[in-house]
């Protein structure tokens, strides 16, 4: 949760940030409520001492405070917790409109089509078109890594294997079902919660493509799908009032 004393912190460090010259606590205090945060300039000097004790800021005399590589690091992060903060609210509105039992129902929609694609996929998929997948799993484990969301990935993972497999049909079947954007980002948001990845389901699905095993690469889609089925059943019996 994004609390109200880093919301502080966040907006200072901006207001320094932007400055060409260094400010003090009464003009960061005036461009708080400039911005609608209602703050002392007692509370704004206190915080500032506590950023010069981190090193995100550092005094320069009596003309205010600058901001230190190590503080546009904390920025950094800072706003990449608050996006965060303000998506997982997003999502948790999202989640609570769908309801359980369309998200199951959009899972079990996918199963029947998905598991034809894997394993035409093991059948037909040329070698560039692994060469994608797997560039695609890459840049998945690296943005898993980094703590971004992954959704974009999961979504182009999927649909170039309804491309790999040769049938339009399925393709446009494919495109119809996850036409929900919101959708994507609430199974992340669901598995992270129930300490679930898909990353590894993904590598799995691959592996039995590239081998052009058919019959594999068909079990592996439906046991990843089934996954997604059984943590949103996790997620509502353990998760949902948080």
Request: hydrophobic share 45%; aromatic share 4%; no cysteine.
């Amino acid at each position: 949760m994004f609390s109200g004393r880093l919301e502080q912190e966040y907006e200072i460090l901006t207001i320094i940030r932007a400055s060409r010259v260094p400010l003090g606590s009464g003009t960061i205090r005036d461009s708080l409520i400039d911005r609608g945060l209602q703050i002392s300039e007692a509370t704004v000097g206190r915080i500032l001492r506590d950023l010069d004790k981190e090193g995100w800021t550092k005094r320069v005399g009596y003309r205010g405070r600058i901001l230190t590589s190590g503080g546009k690091e904390r920025l950094k992060w800072l706003l990449a917790e608050r996006e965060r903060a303000i998506f997982s609210g997003e999502l948790l509105k999202a989640l609570r409109a769908k309801g359980k039992e369309k998200l199951v129902d959009v899972l079990v929609a996918r199963r029947a089509i998905e598991r034809e694609t894997a394993r035409l996929a093991a059948l037909h998929a040329t070698e560039e078109e692994l060469t994608a997948m797997e560039g695609i799993l890459a840049m998945q484990r690296e943005l898993l890594g980094s703590g971004q969301s992954t959704a974009a990935t999961d979504v182009k993972f999927h649909r170039s294997i309804a491309v790999a497999a040769q049938n339009r049909v399925l393709v446009a079947a494919i495109d119809l079902i996850r036409q929900d954007g919101q959708l994507t980002p609430i199974m992340e948001y669901i598995r992270r919660r129930v300490g679930s990845t898909m990353v590894a389901d993904h590598m799995q699905i691959l592996a039995r493509i590239a081998a052009r095993d058919a019959q594999g690469a068909e079990e592996a889609m439906v046991a990843h799908i089934d996954g997604l089925i059984t943590d949103v059943g996790k997620y509502w019996d353990g998760y949902e009032g948080e």
